[in-house]
Structure formats: structure tokens, C-alpha cells
């Protein structure tokens, strides 16, 4: 058993908190809103602390997923802030999806305080969270990633150290990118299917079985046409996270030509108020048109 504290319990953080408490780890949460750390507390026997510096103390290991670089940033530091009270030789996790430029800053920060960082974003949105089964992408020393690996598998499908820190957040940009492409491009097929007059489920019936299938085809494609969009992953946070993919590629020189429109495709389903929708909206926006 390790003593261990989640700080975030969003859609992801909540679950996963959860199969630690459940795999017999002694769990304290933090949360934003204190009542959603209560409601975890009461469902799974762990605590709950009022900060990010109360949640970590005494704590062997510390993981976090919160929305962005500025909440990791508090929730990390200052007086409040979990590397307040951390002990020399704890282990601080981070699935956050954020910049490169802030988990190299916060691993430094940790170093200076005999604290271990590991970048560790993850893939398979709330479903995965739920049923323990993430693709976690991993950055940081590899002896600080040993001691974490154990830990993460209690939630994780896969789970790989990628390279040195920030290595797991560049990972993350890729499968967003990737992924930016594969909703565009089923959006896409599934108009094109509409406007032509064929059944949009028996062209994914063939389809899906050779070069064209994908996870977002097995998974979006039906409640697309079902004109549902209250699943996985929100518009706003994939504009956050392209965002952060674009910013990184003018630094590094890559070319994401098609990830800038679909951002922008995104763009346009936040203004048709779907910022909430998840991200196979893609395709209400082309019904629209």
C-alpha cells in the first residue's frame, strides 16, 4: 500500500482516483470545488484535504490532472501548493495535458526540492479513465518513472516512459494531432455518405473493416449519425491542447498545416455553442453548412 494524493477529480482524476482507493492504496484528494472531494471521499473511504499542500503532506507518491499550465502551476507551487510540503524522495505524477515548456519548468522546480517529476498524459478519455484502461505516455528520469509505473498501471492499458521530461507531453501532442485528422476525416465521410444517399451505418460496416477503420470510426462513428455529442472529450480542452500542439510546432519548426484547420473547425463549433460538445462535432458543424 502507498500513501498516495490525486489532486483534480475531474472526469479523469475522479475515476482514477478511484482505482487507486480500490487497488488498497491509502488515497487524500483535493479538488477545486471542495464538495466534489467530499463526494469522492464518501464513496471511496479515502480524505480529502482544503489544499494541494494539506492533500500531499506525508504523501510517499502525488498525482495530479487538472485542466491546464496555470492550474498545474497552482496547484504545485507557492505556500499552497503541493511541493510546499512534499517530502525529499516523493514522486509527483502529472497526467495534465500541458506545454513541454511547464513540465520542464516544474520538474526543475522539483529536482531543487529532492522531489521527482514524471510527465504522464494520458489517452482513452472518460471511458478509459473509468475502466482502467489509459495509454499513459511518459517523460522524467527513469528511475523516478520505475518507482511510478507500478502506481499508474492500477488505472492503465499501456503504459511507457517515452524519454526525458517533457517527452510524454510531446507524445501527447501527437495523439492529439493524430487524432485532430481522424475525427476531420469520418466527418467527413459520413457527410459525403449522407449527401450521396447512402446508409451512413452500412458504409461503416464495410469500411471500418479495412484501411479506413479507426478507434474514432468503431467508437463515434453511431452516435454521430445519432446526432449525439455529450461524449469523451470536450471542444473547448481539444482547443487547448491543439493550441499548445500549434505553439510548440512554430518553436520546433514542424508543419501541422491540416491540425491548424481542423483547430479552426473547432473554433467554428465553439461559436455555434458547442464548446461543451465532444470533439466528433466536427460533424454537426458539416451537417450545418
Keep these: 500500500m502507498t500513501k498516495i494524493t490525486f489532486l483534480g477529480l475531474g472526469v479523469m482524476g475522479y475515476p482514477m482516483a478511484g482505482h487507486l482507493a480500490a487497488a488498497g492504496h491509502d488515497v487524500t484528494v483535493y479538488n477545486r ?9 464518501a464513496a471511496h473511504g479515502g480524505n480529502f484535504a482544503a489544499t494541494p499542500a494539506e492533500a500531499a503532506k506525508g504523501a510517499e507518491m502525488v498525482m495530479a490532472c487538472v485542466g491546464n499550465d496555470d492550474d498545474l502551476r497552482a496547484v504545485c507551487l507557492g505556500p499552497d501548493g503541493a511541493f510546499a510540503t512534499m517530502s525529499e524522495g516523493s514522486t509527483f505524477v502529472d497526467h495534465t495535458t500541458v506545454s513541454a515548456a511547464v513540465t520542464r519548468e516544474l520538474y526543475a522546480a522539483a529536482k531543487d526540492k529532492g522531489i521527482a517529476f514524471v510527465d504522464a498524459p494520458v489517452s482513452g478519455g472518460q471511458a478509459g479513465a473509468e475502466n482502467g484502461q489509459l495509454s ?3 517523460g522524467g528520469d527513469q528511475a523516478d518513472y520505475d518507482r511510478a509505473e507500478p502506481v499508474m498501471n492500477t488505472y492503465a492499458k499501456l503504459c511507457r516512459r517515452i524519454g526525458d521530461s517533457g517527452a510524454g507531453q510531446l507524445t501527447k501532442m501527437c495523439n492529439q494531432i493524430a487524432i485532430a485528422g481522424l475525427v476531420q476525416g469520418l466527418s467527413e465521410a459520413l457527410h459525403f455518405a449522407a449527401k450521396a444517399g447512402l446508409d451512413g451505418n452500412q458504409v461503416v460496416e464495410v469500411i471500418s473493416q479495412g484501411a479506413a477503420g479507426s478507434w474514432q ?6 452516435t454521430m449519425l445519432d446526432d449525439h455529442f455529450e461524449h469523451g472529450f470536450a471542444v473547448d480542452w481539444m482547443r487547448k ?3 499548445i500542439c500549434l505553439d510548440t510546432a512554430n518553436e520546433n519548426g514542424a508543419s501541422l498545416p491540416v491540425t491548424a484547420l481542423v483547430d479552426q473547425f473547432y473554433k467554428d463549433v465553439q461559436k455555434m455553442g458547442g464548446g461543451r460538445w465532444d470533439t466528433s462535432a466536427l460533424f454537426k458543424r458539416l451537417q450545418a453548412l
Design 33 to 41: 470545488t471542495t464538495a466534489k472531494a467530499e463526494k469522492w471521499a
Design 217 to 222: 470510426m468503431s467508437n463515434r462513428y453511431q
Design 241 to 243: 491542447d491543439l493550441g
Design 136 to 138: 499513459i505516455m511518459c
